[in-house]
């Protein structure tokens, strides 16, 4: 059986901290080096490992299983968005964060579609960067601002039509993602079991014929399900 994802447990003035442990890909040592220090500074953020290749993330995802990759874009064996679901498949459960100089609406509904939990610009401040990694954690999105939106509607126009009717525990699921919740948000806002919030969710992406949180909230705004 794969192992999961790992967080480290941490003590801060004597309550315990479980600690988001992150494995950054990263060719440029300025750049990884100012990353590291920035995760690495707040009380529940890790970064566990680098990778200065793709190769080497694989190899990596494997034997650190972090709970979140960030994946800077361009590296010098290839393009990181089409490494997401080999990273995803050599650590399951890990969640990748796209990393990225350039962004663009197309570039925000390719990540999606790879399997991505989000993109950030380099061009943003540390702290998007810190705030994304913990949404990607916890189940959410986290793209720069503007992208989102953009690739919502890029996906919106290639996906398939809906499935069979939502129930209207599935609807209000949907609204919730559509506010951009994680499941475990979920779970608490309907008041249910963390599993029958991933029950309620996967049902919903089964019946829009979406690959992906995001892609269903894409298909929804389509249909006019949500505003």
């Not at 100089?101 to 702290?127: D, F, H, Q, W, Y």
């Not at 993602?177 to 029958?196: C, E, H, K, Y």
Request: one cysteine or more; glycine letters at 10%; proline letters at 4%.
């Amino acid at each position: 059986m794969p192992s999961t994802p790992q967080t480290t447990p941490d003590t801060v003035r004597g309550a315990a901290v479980e600690r988001i442990t992150i494995l950054l890909v990263e060719d440029h040592d300025m750049v990884a080096e100012a990353i590291r220090l920035a995760l690495d500074r707040t009380d529940d953020l890790e970064v566990v490992g680098r990778s200065l290749s793709l190769r080497d993330a694989l190899a990596d995802a494997i034997r650190l299983r972090p709970a979140v990759v960030v994946l800077d874009r361009r590296l010098p064996d290839g393009d990181g968005i089409a490494a997401i679901a080999a990273l995803k498949a050599a650590a399951p459960g890990t969640r990748v964060l796209v990393l990225t100089g350039e962004g663009t609406p197309a570039l925000a509904a390719r990540v999606a579609e790879a399997g991505g939990s989000g993109l950030i610009l380099k061009a943003g401040n540390l702290a998007e960067l810190q705030d994304g990694v913990r949404r990607v954690a916890a189940g959410e999105v986290a793209f720069s601002k503007g992208l989102l939106s953009g690739a919502l509607d890029r996906l919106a126009g290639r996906t398939a039509g809906l499935g069979a009717t939502l129930t209207p525990r599935e609807r209000e699921t949907l609204c919730l993602l559509g506010d951009g919740l994680g499941t475990a948000d979920i779970s608490r806002r309907l008041g249910v079991a963390l599993n029958t919030a991933r029950n309620h969710v996967q049902r919903v992406l089964e019946k829009l014929g979406a690959r992906s949180q995001l892609e269903a909230v894409a298909v929804a705004r389509r249909e006019g399900l949500l505003r």
